[in-house]
């Protein structure tokens, strides 16, 4: 079996960083890592919002990319919110009036009395 070279010791290599099918900028961490792949591999704005708020993401919880761009994953362009609900939310439309999670459902009357 031949060991094939990693990275930029790869004669393919044109630099960059890899990006999973999805859109989402992938970083080698190794398998022993908890938000690793049975590759060694972990989405990097998972990686750097863990470092953000010092501690594990935890079960549901879900990173925003404030400006929308799945590659930025500066830590100032990242929100963590609590559940695919809250995630969602970040990305309706404001004009569409929607209410937020958790918000109160308005009574509407009926004008059949």
Known sequence: MTK???GAKNGMWKGGRPV????????R?????HLA???GYAYEHRVVAEEKLGRRLVCGEQVHHIN???ADNRPENLEVEPSARHHHAKHR??????????????VVSCACG
């Not at 999973?20 to 970083?27: C, F, Q, R, W």
């Not at 439309?93 to 308005?106: F, I, K, M």
């Open 93 to 106: 439309s404001v004009a569409r009036g929607l209410r937020e999670p958790d918000a109160p459902n308005p």
């Open 29 to 33: 961490v190794g398998v022993v890592h």
């Open 37 to 39: 792949d049975v590759r």
């Open 68 to 70: 929308g761009d799945k």
């Open 20 to 27: 999973a099918s999805n859109g989402y900028v992938l970083i």
């Open 4 to 6: 094939h070279n990693a």
